[in-house]
């Protein structure tokens, strides 16, 4: 069965103060030009009640439906329209407001729910379709579009690295002074250095003695200070996208695109902080058992930086404790899944490594010294790992950039 297509062409048409007015995705509308002119409106956005397809179309001959629906849209001037379909002709009944935020729009269109997109525009601009969930892959869960976006992401986070020397302006453009950065960055490692000396010392107490073995792995699971990193910079991004929520309108994708490319080198270095304080952290608790080394295992490390970045914008994106816990549910899984991607990609590296090996020591004349073939296995082993977070750390890169240019 065809996939269908999430984004596909559409229209939405509306009567509003004597106007035919008619918007279609990725084009200008002089209509939209003209009605917010008259309007003295900054923006529209207009929200389908109902998905496009055969069941959202029958919403039409359904006015108490449609009155249900309406009833959850908040308090604002809303004008009947609809969204049309230009691939299949399917049409579904919507609504027109001004002036509203995309985030809030966001939040409307789950609230009236069996939405997956609407429409965002500006004047002189061309009309934007957007996801409900600001999570949604567009180019679906393949393994090619995800190994595209990997290194489309490695890519860019290359350029934001050559621009690091621009920090400042970097800085400055995401409304907010070098001060504030750098007190930030001693907040952070401070934060970091007092959380992980006192589970440290926690840890070194609870296991001298045996009988509180339990209490020792219940803290462990409930107090994991590696996520103090993510909660402070994710604090840190959200004030400043609530800045960013106080210019009159949001970015159109042409001025998020121009955005992005001067602030990428601050979200970079506050990815930078953030390894930092793993470091940091994974350190201190080596200390008592001196089960680690003095950057503690990669595997460790790469871990919770994994889990560090993904619950970044989740914390900043979020304007009350329903949508945190949504995104981040949905960020921590796939922080789940990038950390399982490593370990089987690892163990597999692992099984193909040493049966060459076993294949070369049954070819060769000599014995490979059993020392040799363990540094061989764990330069494999280390090049390996390093790939796989590359690829995985792109991925994250990529999705950031894009979900931070939808807000």
Not at 128 to 152: L, M
């Amino acid at each position: 069965m065809a996939r269908k297509n999430k984004n596909q062409p559409v229209e939405a048409r509306i009567e509003i103060d004597g106007l035919d007015v008619t918007a279609v995705s990725n084009q200008h509308s002089v209509d939209i030009d003209r009605l917010l002119e008259l309007r003295g409106a900054e923006s529209f956005v207009f929200i389908p009640l109902a998905r496009l397809g055969k069941k959202g179309q029958r919403l039409f001959g359904k006015p108490a439906d449609i009155a249900r629906k309406k009833a959850k849209l908040p308090a604002a001037d809303w004008y009947d329209g609809e969204l049309r379909s230009l691939d299949d002709g399917s049409a579904v009944p919507g609504v027109l407001a001004f002036d509203i935020r995309r985030r809030t729009a966001r939040g409307i269109a789950r609230a009236v729910g069996g939405v997956n997109q609407f429409l965002w525009g500006t004047s002189g601009s061309p009309v934007e379709a957007h996801d409900v969930k600001i999570f949604e892959d567009d180019d679906g869960h393949s393994w090619k579009s995800s190994r595209a976006r990997a290194f489309a992401g490695l890519s860019d986070m290359a350029a934001a690295a050559r621009h690091i020397p621009a920090l400042p302006m970097a800085v400055e453009e995401s409304q907010t002074t070098m001060e504030k950065f750098w007190r930030l960055v001693a907040i952070v490692l401070g934060a970091a250095i007092a959380g992980g000396a006192v589970k440290a010392i926690l840890f070194a107490l609870l296991r001298s003695d045996e009988s509180m073995s339990w209490l020792a792995s219940m803290i462990n699971v409930i107090f994991y200070p590696f996520v103090i990193p993510a909660v402070l910079v994710g604090i840190y991004l959200r004030v400043l996208m609530e800045r960013g929520e106080a210019q009159a309108r949001d970015f159109t994708a042409a001025e998020a695109e121009e955005n992005w490319i001067k602030v990428a080198p601050h979200l970079l270095a506050l990815w930078a902080l953030c390894w930092m304080s793993v470091l940091l952290l994974t350190w201190l608790q080596s200390v008592p058992s001196a089960d680690l080394g003095f950057l503690g295992r990669t595997s460790g490390v790469t871990t919770s930086f994994i889990i560090c970045v993904w619950m970044l914008l989740p914390i900043a994106h979020s304007h009350d404790v329903e949508t945190l816990f949504k995104s981040g549910f949905e960020s921590g899984i796939t922080a789940a899944v990038s950390i399982f991607t490593i370990k089987l990609s690892l163990y597999l590296t692992n099984l193909v490594t040493d049966a060459l090996l076993g294949v070369l020591t049954s070819l060769l004349p000599i014995e490979i010294p059993e020392r040799l073939q363990e540094l061989i296995s764990s330069i494999i082993n280390f090049g390996a790992e390093v790939f796989f977070v590359a690829v995985l750390l792109g991925y994250a890169w990529s999705r950031t950039r894009q979900q931070f240019m939808r807000l």
